[in-house]
């Protein structure tokens, strides 16, 4: 299995940018299709985005299409989440993902068997 940490959360204002990173170690981390979630307080956890592993194929949340890019570099084992414009609804603890199964079931936690810890995103109003 991957073992993924992520990093580059922070406290922003309503319609700033941020870009996630979560660095991984593990075997065969270039063969994994690789996901973000967030999961809001009191709320369950929720796709934000995913990349496969070629990085030819990606698939978004509606709720962040047009705001959020995801990218990969398997030569970094990392992978990057570009958040833009923002909300105070986007406030989440984000969280990478990768897993090996079909691409078509990257938008389910439950296809995902490895997880980083999660890094902390507030958008202020």
């Known amino acids: 299995q991957a073992q993924l940490v992520e990093s580059g959360g922070g406290l922003v204002q309503a319609g700033a940018s941020l870009r996630l990173s979560c660095v991984t170690s593990g075997r065969a981390f270039s063969t994994y299709t690789k996901g973000w979630f967030r999961q809001a307080p009191g709320k369950e956890r929720e796709f934000v985005a995913a990349?496969?592993?070629?990085?030819?194929?990606?698939y978004y949340a509606d709720s962040v299409k047009g705001r959020f890019t995801i990218s990969s570099d398997n030569a970094k084992n990392t992978v990057y989440l570009q958040m833009n414009s923002l909300k105070p609804e986007d406030t989440a603890v984000y969280f990478c993902?990768?897993?090996?199964?079909?691409?078509?079931?990257?938008?389910?936690?439950?296809?995902?068997?490895?997880w980083g810890q999660g890094t902390q995103v507030t958008v202020s109003s």
């Open positions: 990349i496969n592993w070629t990085g030819g194929r990606t």
């Open positions: 993902a990768a897993h090996t199964g079909a691409f078509s079931s990257s938008s389910s936690t439950d296809a995902y068997t490895s």
